[in-house]
């Protein structure tokens, strides 16, 4: 549930990376926080172990800019993508506006992002939210992989795999090296603002 | 970016009008900052900052404060569940020099009030719960 501020002319809205885990949602934030310094008012937050996986979230907002009038900041979050994390997982995807789904290219992946997908659907139903209707970006993530000769899934694949009925935005990227992670970020935004614009009626 | 028509002022659920939040504005200056409290955040369970105020000498991330407040705050409550409460009473922090005071304003909204040895947590306590009583009357009407 995003808020608005028609005091100080400012929007919130939240935005979660979801997917399973090792699949680069940190990685994502962690790209976006190197590129966006000035977009950036604080530091990372980042909950994690000590092998740095994600035990609750990672947190940074993010200064989109002035629309209409109103200076919009999305809150960018991360959840932790093992299995047995779902309680915490569950917790962050409390009040989300938007939803980055980052899958993992590895073919050895390909029955984890099912999962994750089928838990994503889970949980925003526990919040009443619809997962064919929120706002939702796919990224197929690792896609530098492939240069490696490491087997990765084809997209059309991955498309079958998680995108047959959903049919959103999906973008193959690298948030190693940065690929489509920006592009994947400008499009959840785009989608947000447009569901809260959608909202009014 | 997409496309968004004019006088939009408020694309969402969770809007208070400009009078709503300045009574609340006032409401957190009153009862808190003016007696001693460092900085006091109105926040909704998603993490989000309604209304926040501080004394002016206050250095504080409120925005990753506001985020990590709303994760403790579901934490805490879904450990309640697990042992058979409803929720735990007092939330509470002690530091050196600085200390948390969490209290839920009802089912959406979190107060989070930073503050030092100026004030007792007796009197902070008291101060908080009548700031969310003020604050309870207000969202009613929205
Ligand atoms: N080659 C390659 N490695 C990647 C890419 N993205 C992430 N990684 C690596 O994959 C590992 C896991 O990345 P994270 O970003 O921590 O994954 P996560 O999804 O946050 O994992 P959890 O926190 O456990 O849910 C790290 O070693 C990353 O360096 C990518 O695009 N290409
Ligand atoms: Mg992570």
Not at chain 1, 148 to 174: C, M, R, T, W
Request: glycine share 6%; hydrophobic share 45%.
């Amino acid at each position: 549930m995003a808020f608005i501020n028609i005091k100080n002319k400012e929007v919130q809205a939240k935005i979660v990376y979801y997917g399973p885990g090792r699949g680069g949602k940190t990685s994502n934030l962690e790209y976006i926080y190197q590129q966006f310094r000035d977009r950036i008012p604080s530091e990372m937050v980042s909950i994690k172990t000590h092998g740095d996986r994600t035990l609750f979230f990672d947190f940074m907002p993010f200064m989109v800019g002035k629309i209409k009038g109103y200076s919009v900041r999305v809150q960018l979050y991360t959840v932790p993508g093992q299995v047995k994390y779902d309680a915490t997982r569950r917790l962050v995807l409390k009040g989300v506006d938007g939803v980055v789904f980052v899958a993992d290219s590895l073919s050895v992946q390909r029955k984890k992002n099912l999962i994750s997908l089928k838990n994503l659907q889970t949980n925003l139903a526990a919040y009443k939210k619809d997962i064919f209707k929120i706002p939702l970006v796919l990224q197929y993530n690792k896609r530098d992989l492939e240069d490696q000769g490491i087997p990765v899934l084809p997209i059309d694949i991955l498309e079958k795999d998680l995108n047959q009925q959903l049919k959103v935005p999906s973008f193959p990227a690298s948030a190693l090296k940065g690929d489509n992670v920006v592009a994947t970020l400008k499009k959840i935004i785009s989608l947000t603002m447009v569901a809260f614009q959608k909202g009014l009626t | 970016m997409a496309s968004y028509e004019e006088n939009s002022v408020s694309f969402t659920e969770n809007s208070l009008d400009q009078r709503q939040l300045e009574e609340i504005e006032r409401i957190l200056h009153s009862d808190l900052i003016s007696n001693g409290v460092h900085c006091v955040l109105l926040i909704d369970l998603a993490g989000n900052i309604i209304a926040k105020d501080d004394n002016g000498a206050s250095r504080i991330d409120m925005y990753s404060l506001a985020a990590l407040s709303a994760a403790n705050f579901g934490a805490v409550e879904a450990m309640a569940k697990i042992v058979g409460e409803e929720e735990f009473a007092l939330l509470f922090h002690k530091g050196e020099s600085e200390s948390l005071y969490f209290g839920k304003v009802n089912n959406e909204l979190l107060i989070i009030t930073v503050f030092g040895k100026e004030i007792s947590l007796g009197l902070l306590r008291m101060k908080v719960a009548d700031a969310m009583e003020h604050i309870r009357k207000i969202w009613r009407k929205f």
